[in-house]
């Protein structure tokens, strides 16, 4: 049998079968959603009880190979501090205060049997946490950690259901340790059909050598790395707390769906900035903020459209949109009589304009425009505006 035939074989027995193996096959698209019970590290003194640490959250992936994926999720707790205890021993959070906890998930999971209604899936990744208490500039804070996911996944028709017991380990926190349950629904919806497009014919194609693939077909991974110049807002949700525009850097990940003139796409970026106002405002010179150092994750989801560079250098010309979280590092503290570091983020909406231009197989130069919006931001910091650079590899795809 010839690889294009066993990759057909494989592709049709997967489609066969209801759920999970149909949405098993390299370019599906995932989406879902879940409920999640969070046992929070004794640490932060926060109320472990069912009735304040239950919490949802939205899940998006996307496959690209059969059984392997590429996932992010984010989620959010509305908890509050033990009764009779401060978050973190913060006195500016009431005993026993509101606290709202969030997390911001990436990872890449593996699921067995790949061709099976029923199956067991394991995955690990990287996990942003934050807890923002109570008063408007109070204790808060970001930590940067390990995640590890496992759970069952059951075909029910056009839907499945997801159960999963995660754990994020925080060694940037002292090695906190919040451990839970998820479980929800999830779908794999055809973009190609949502938007009325025939789809394209390059996603069923002969497994090719890892050095000829052209352009992108579905189940293909661009994994790359970028520079970029960021234009900030005014403000970056504290009064006096600029960061000053400049350079800063990042990575993405991308899967090419069933019809590869679509792309879901994640990335993050890191720009350590001085701020652009360092005294006055409302702050005492002795606490004001000599740093405002930024970064954000995004995730969008890309049309991608042939583009034909002079030269003779084939491409893509890319628009997308998405959500994004932007936040905000404020080294030496934004408030009277606080020198400790403090924090800041805001969700909002991110909009791209780029273009892939193939540099040789597998190989390709991008450059993007991109706009970050943050609607309930302060008025002088909801739009930042960035310019990017970089190289992505395009891997696999084409099986």
Known sequence: MTSYSRWTACTMTALLFSGTAAAQAPGTLMVGGFGQYT???????????????????LRFGGFFAPGWNLENDVS?????????????????????GAVKASALTFRIVRTLPSTSSHSFHIGAGGVLENFRDS?????????LGLNGLAGVTVALGGLSLRVDGFGNYLPSADGKLDFGVQAG?????????????????????PATSSDSLGTPVAGTLELGGFLQYTHFDDSAG?????????VGFGARAGVFLMDP??????????????????????????AAPTEVNAHA???????????????GYPGQFIVGAGGVRTSYKFVGGTTKGNVNDTYAYNYGISGLLGARIRASNRTAVRLDALVDYMPNGPPSGRLNLHLRGGVSWLVGGAR
């Open 238 to 246: 504290r009064v006096g707390a600029n960061p000053k525009s400049g």
């Open 135 to 143: 008063s408007d500039l109070g204790t808060g804070t970001y930590q």
């Open 261 to 286: 003139s679509w792309q879901i796409e994640w990335d993050g970026y890191y720009a350590g900035r001085d701020n652009a106002v360092p005294f006055g405002g409302g702050f005492n010179p002795t």
């Open 76 to 96: 959010y707790t509305p908890a509050s501090a033990k009764t009779g205890q401060r978050f973190l021993g913060s006195a500016r959070n009431a005993p026993g």
């Open 39 to 57: 046992h929070f590290d004794k640490a932060w003194n926060l109320d472990s009880g069912l009735g304040n640490a239950l919490g949802f959250g």
């Open 297 to 311: 994750f995004a995730m969008r989801l890309n049309y991608n459209n042939g583009l034909d560079v002079p030269g």
């Open 185 to 205: 629904l999830q779908f794999s919806p055809d973009i190609s059909t949502i938007f009325r497009r025939t789809p394209n014919s390059a996603t069923v194609s």
